[in-house]
Every structure is written in C-alpha cells, then in structure tokens.
C-alpha cells in the first residue's frame, strides 16, 4: 500500500460574504489513476491582507462528488482570531487532519468548497491537501455541521442551546468536536467553557460533555487574541467504541461560557459518523 498527497489549489473567498466559494481555481481535482482511497483532508485558510481588530475566520470546508460517495463531508477549520484595538500577535492554529477513508476513489473528480461562516473586513485564501492510498485505510468517515453558527452566552456560566445536526443512515459516531471563537475581542475576557452533546437518537445513556480549545485575550489597548494552537477540541473514538445511533439521529449540542464576555462567541458543533 502507498501513500500520496495533493493540494488543492487555493481560493480565495469573498470578504463581504458568506457564499462558498469553490477551490482549486473553480474546477474539481481529479484523484489519479491507480488511487483507491482518499485518506483524509487537511484544510488552511489565512486572511489576504491587513487585519482589522476585533474579527474572527470562521470557515467551512466542504467536499462534494457526481462520480463517488462523499456527503454529508461538512467541516470545520481552526480560528484565526484578530484582537482588540491596537493588537500585537495573531496566533495561528496547527492543521488538523480530517480522517474520510472514501474509497472508489481512482479517477473520481473531488469539488472542494469554503465558505466563510461570518464576513470580515478582508477575505481569505483557502486550501486544502487531500491524502490518498492505494489501499484500504479504515472505514469510511462521514461529516456534518449544523446549517448556520450558533452565538453563545454573555453572563458567566451560562448554558447556550447550539443548533441541531442532523443523522441519516448513520451507524456510529466517531467524534465529537467544539468550535469556539470570539466575535469581539476585549482585554482580558477569554473563551473558555464546555461542549455538551445529547440524543434521544443515541442509543446509550452517558454523557457527552468536554472543555473547549480555550482562546485568551491580552490586557488593555494592545489586547492580542490567542487561539489555541490545536485550535479545535476534538473528542476521538476508536471503531467499535463510538456512539451508537438510530437509523435517523437529531443531535443536541450546548455552549456553557465560564468567563463573562461582552458580546457572545461563535460556536459550531460538528461530528463525524459511519454508515
């Protein structure tokens, strides 16, 4: 079995709008002959010119095919969060690798989207990397978001109902993940709290609740804004060891904000699941 990679040609989005956008100069990237799996994807975005404060890069990574199964493959990418006033530092987060396990893949054409979840005062380039194999790597990885983003409490310690994901045909969850990222930047309020997912769809009684990727704000007029490196909090579960689901599975998700904020931050739950 051999591994290999591509990159998607990066796009980038429009500052002024939410619409995706599709990468690789508007076309689709074909897998090569001889590939029989598409292993995972590796998303990046960065803004294209100067940062105003108190704004944040929320995007969506989409892929989409006419020639092999893929969707629901919805997900989302780190924030790159600018800071208050005079900021001083961005951070900016890792890649994170998305597992998907699509196979059928030799010669398919793949259609990578973005779409920048909220608007910013100047756009951003997206990219994405597609690992392939020519052997089998896993079972298949299916995504999904809810449809729009969600914006959580102000009053410390409040618990913010997300929107709903919605399940089809799905076996098990395989992972859990929270996105947290400020709308406003202030000195020293910080994002930190808890994810908390529930189902009458699940088909086990435990607990599905985690700490965000926190992110922290500097103090006074120079108030930087620091994602967290990871960027994302990302609850894993081995094949087999996942949550069970219904055949149709309306999934719950809550915000629980531990520092008071002065306007509430974005949130986006997302999953990954088998079929």
């Not at 709008?17 to 960065?46: C, F, K, W």
């Not at 990418?77 to 001083?88: E, I, M, S």
């Not at 930190?192 to 609740?209: C, L």
């Amino acid at each position: 079995m051999t591994y290999s990679m591509a990159t998607v040609t990066p796009t980038t989005t429009n500052a002024a709008s939410t619409a995706e956008v599709r990468l690789n100069s508007d076309s689709p990237i074909q897998v090569p002959d001889g590939i029989s799996n598409i292993v995972s994807a590796i998303g990046y975005h960065v803004p294209t010119g100067a940062l105003s404060p108190d704004e944040s890069y929320v995007t969506r990574l989409r892929l989409q095919s006419n020639d092999i199964s893929v969707e629901p493959c919805r997900f989302m990418l780190p924030a790159v969060n600018t800071g208050d006033a005079g900021f001083t530092a961005i951070s900016a987060p890792m890649l994170e690798e998305m597992s998907l396990n699509i196979p059928n893949a030799n010669g398919a054409n793949i259609n990578v989207y973005a779409q920048p979840m909220v608007n910013n005062t100047v756009a951003e380039s997206v990219g994405c990397e597609l690992i392939y194999s020519t052997g089998s790597t896993g079972q298949q990885q299916y995504w999904n978001t809810p449809d729009a983003i969600s914006t959580g409490g102000t009053v410390i310690n409040t618990r913010t109902t997300l929107n709903t994901i919605t399940i089809t045909d799905g076996r098990e969850i395989t992972s859990l993940n929270a996105f947290v990222a400020p709308t406003t930047a202030a000195a020293s309020t910080h994002d930190v709290g808890e994810f908390e997912f529930t189902s009458s769809d699940f088909q086990v009684p435990f607990p599905y609740s985690f700490p965000i990727a926190s992110s922290f704000t500097g103090l006074t007029g120079a108030a930087s804004s620091l994602t967290n490196p990871k960027g994302l909090s990302r609850q894993r579960f081995p094949a087999g060891h996942g949550i069970p689901l219904a055949p149709r599975a309306l999934i719950n998700s809550f915000y629980t904000n531990r520092d008071a904020k002065g306007v509430g931050s974005t949130c986006m739950p997302f999953v990954s699941f088998t079929r």
